[in-house]
């Protein structure tokens, strides 16, 4: 395997080059079709290289369309049989039991509300790089987010991958990025949802993608079953990688239980690749290149701390560039400390430390003697992205749910919010997310959102003497629906816990249909964009949607985060119920009848565990991937989220975590007696997260030892998908469908 060293020129196109080229000494004449391919533009238009659009020129000979991701569709993109054959008895019962979910939901119901959340898709832009002649930007298509360059008032298609993901059930492209050079761009592809990724180099101009095989004999494409099973298994690539020069890229593998990481390079015309570190703990890797493109960095972290580790690239003969990892951390481990930005400029070391919500900025020139340049701790304060510019450190923070801009100017030593004045149309529930960031321009682009209020588009420029703008430059392509719902936040129980309350504006709440949504981990937060999850399509069927910030979040902090991990995990369960017996039942915004509870992965154990203390609670609950067996998975390190997930739940092998997490842990506290309410179970075949076994024997628990189950009194559904992975599928039919299933579900038991 070699990178494309020249470009696709058809032998029409190279004629017209050829006409072209005015030097016609002896040196030009021998070398034209070298001299063509090295420099295109200098001989062929722009639309001669894209192709001209549809019937054009550029890249239309059968070299030029050489796909190899096509060779992938017959053995993986339906990911069956062959994978599964000592599962096919289970296999088969999952299948009776999606066809009886869908019969019991009704087909028309379904289609109905899918055709629903497909009618309120948005479309919209996100731009990935830009140039004095050109901008990279995504665009969304039929099904996904198709890749374009615009030039010149034209547009061409980079990557169309409604078209490449046509041959399969699963289609997920991370990574996108150009080598040094530009001369090609690469990307990786998950086929079947199980974060295996693919590495894939495709020619600029043309259709020529070609697959560069990082995986080794033993390291392949493999099922969840396998993954489980098999010895002989050893590495998984994710999509976490990075390019150090034109022909080597950087990249992180898991272990094949996807708990610890290694760190490669990888020289693609050799196909050589070296080992950069190891990580001998149950703790994951990512890299970044530091400003100045001396240094990478490598980050090890659990789900609570880093250790931060220095590459030093260094460059060979010929422009080829080694990496050497510093054997020692430069930031060691401690408990609730982590480094969001660590960064090289100009032989200085910028650091911003987290120290249980304590930030510290701070540099250094030897990772010895650190000078502090400012700290802050300030309840509910979370720092999103840095970002260098100008001799000016730009903060994206969040303060409880809203999201504001900082500027640190290090000429002054000034540290100052810039971003008052509408950047948030809702108070206290904003997100801005940065589309691009522009070194050569001084811009930073980007989005504002709620969760009903579409996004806008912003650009933050700083000129050389460190002046900035911030400037509305347009909208996200947002539908304007905005205007008809209401939101707003609410605080309870001594402001420890947070919600946010979505619905159609003349909706009364009192006594009205409800659907609230919990989480409750890993310090994780629910970030306010628009539409999140489709909850709108909630809204319009005329729901109350009530998303909850509890002990385990960090909305409001590190100190709730901290209530609701380890010992103390069982706060998060006392929060959700205090919302809704203190709230929302108290303050006779809904009842039981109309109440439907919701959770996801670490949510559904929220929700298992909820229902487990207080069966009759509501009248509906809704797991997804939930993570409902954290006693028996976490005994073992051969699991996914088992020893990483000591430091969130505790260990079960030792006391007192083992009697705590076995006191709350769903699938062993089971009430047989309980009035529990209608549930819909739904996972996936391919999670290499939450395995789709933890749902399947949870279902098959509570129909077994629960009464108004095992009567068929109450209804309880079990969906396990059997193409698709943790994030369910790719494509937004199969998205829209899945949300058509809850949706239904939930509609089917509460009415007016």
Same mark, same amino acid.
């Given at each position: ?325 510093? +054997? ?105 997310e940065v589309m691009n960031v522009i070194p050569e321009q001084n811009k930073i682009y980007f989005h504002s959102s ?20 911030? +400037? ?74 009530v998303i909850s910030q509890v002990s385990g979040d960090r909305t409001l902090g590190f100190d709730q985060r901290k ?190």
């Amino acid at each position: 395997m070699v990178l494309f060293r020249k470009h696709c020129i058809t032998k029409k196109l190279y004629d017209k080059a050829k006409r072209r080229i005015l030097n016609k000494t002896r040196r030009y004449k021998n070398g034209n079709l070298k001299l063509v391919n090295r420099e295109p533009t200098k001989f062929l238009t722009l639309d001669e290289l894209y192709g001209g659009g549809e019937g054009g020129e550029g890249g239309r000979d059968g070299k030029c369309q050489a796909n190899e991701i096509i060779k992938y569709a017959k053995k993986l993109g339906k990911n069956r049989t062959s994978l599964h054959v000592g599962y096919r008895k289970r296999l088969i019962e999952l299948k009776q039991l999606r066809q009886e979910c869908v019969r019991h939901l009704g087909k028309t119901m379904i289609h109905k509300l899918q055709r629903k959340i497909a009618g309120l898709k948005r479309g919209h832009k996100e731009l990935i790089d830009i140039d004095t002649n050109h901008y990279v930007y995504k665009e969304l298509g039929k099904q996904y987010e198709n890749y374009k360059i615009g030039h010149f008032c034209k547009q061409y298609d980079v990557l169309n991958v409604d078209k490449l993901s046509q041959y399969f059930d699963y289609f997920d492209i991370k990574g996108f990025a150009y080598n040094p050079s530009s001369t090609v761009f690469s990307f990786c592809v998950d086929f079947i949802g199980n974060r295996n990724y693919h590495f894939f180099v495709k020619d600029v101009y043309s259709n020529r993608i070609k697959h560069v095989p990082l995986h080794r004999k033993n390291e392949s494409f493999i099922s969840i079953h396998q993954t489980m099973s098999r010895n002989d298994i050893t590495k998984q690539m994710s999509e976490n990688y990075m390019w150090i020069d034109d022909e080597t890229i950087l990249y992180v593998a898991h272990n094949k239980y996807y708990n610890s990481s290694t760190c490669y390079t990888y020289h693609i015309p050799s196909d050589n690749r070296k080992l950069v570190y190891e990580s001998k703990d149950h703790r994951e890797l990512n890299i970044h290149m530091t400003h100045g493109e001396f240094y990478g960095v490598l980050v090890s972290s659990s789900y609570h701390s880093d250790e931060v580790f220095v590459m030093d690239l260094l460059e060979q003969e010929g422009g080829q560039k080694t990496v050497e990892c510093i +054997e020692k951390p430069v930031l060691k481990d401690k408990a609730f400390v982590t480094y969001p930005y660590v960064d090289h400029i100009y032989a200085t070391w910028y650091i911003l430390r987290d120290d249980a919500g304590e930030y510290t900025f701070m540099k250094t020139m030897d990772f010895r003697s650190f000078e502090i340049l400012f700290k802050k701790k300030t309840r509910g304060f979370y720092v999103q992205d840095v970002y260098y510019m100008n001799e000016l450190f730009v903060f994206f923070v969040r303060v409880k749910s809203e999201s504001r801009l900082f500027l640190f100017d290090m000429c002054k030593g000034v540290f100052r919010r810039v971003d008052k004045g509408g950047k948030c149309e809702i108070q206290n529930s904003c997100h801005f997310e940065v589309m691009n960031v522009i070194p050569e321009q001084n811009k930073i682009y980007f989005h504002s959102s709620s969760f009903t209020k579409p996004n806008t588009l912003f650009m933050l420029e700083i000129d050389k003497e460190r002046n900035h703008v911030v +400037e509305r430059v347009g909208d996200g392509g947002g539908s304007g629906r905005g205007d008809r719902y209401v939101e707003k936040v609410v605080y309870l129980k001594q402001k420890s816990i947070q919600v946010t309350l979505l619905y159609k504006k003349g909706l009364k709440l009192r006594n009205c249909k409800c659907v609230l949504y919990g989480y409750g981990a890993y310090g994780d937060h629910y970030d306010s964009i628009f539409n999140a999850s489709n909850l709108l399509t909630l809204c319009d069927m005329g729901f109350l949607v009530v998303i909850s910030q509890v002990s385990g979040d960090r909305t409001l902090g590190f100190d709730q985060r901290k209530r609701g991990m380890l010992l103390q995990k069982k706060n998060t369960f006392h929060d959700f119920i205090y919302i809704i017996e203190e709230y929302l039942y108290k303050d006779k915004i809904t009842s039981r009848d109309k109440l439907a509870i919701w959770g996801r992965s670490a949510g559904g154990l929220l929700i298992g565990a909820v229902l487990n203390m207080r069966p009759d609670i509501c009248k509906v609950a809704i797991l997804g991937v939930p993570f409902v067996s954290p006693f028996l998975v976490m005994k073992s390190s051969k699991n996914p989220l088992a020893f990483e997930s000591h430091s969130e739940w505790g260990n079960p092998l030792k006391q007192p975590n083992a009697d705590y997490i076995l006191s709350y842990s769903p699938i062993q506290n089971v009430v047989s007696g309980g009035n529990y309410p209608h549930m819909f179970i739904y996972s996936n075949l391919n999670d290499t997260l939450v395995p789709y076994t933890e749902p399947y024997f949870y279902y098959h628990t509570l129909k077994k030892e629960v009464g108004v189950f095992r009567e068929n009194e109450k209804d309880l559904c079990l969906h396990i998908e059997d193409k698709f992975g943790h994030s369910q599928g790719s494509a937004l039919k199969d998205k829209h469908y899945q949300f058509a299933m809850i949706f239904a579900f939930i509609q089917k038991h509460i009415r007016n």
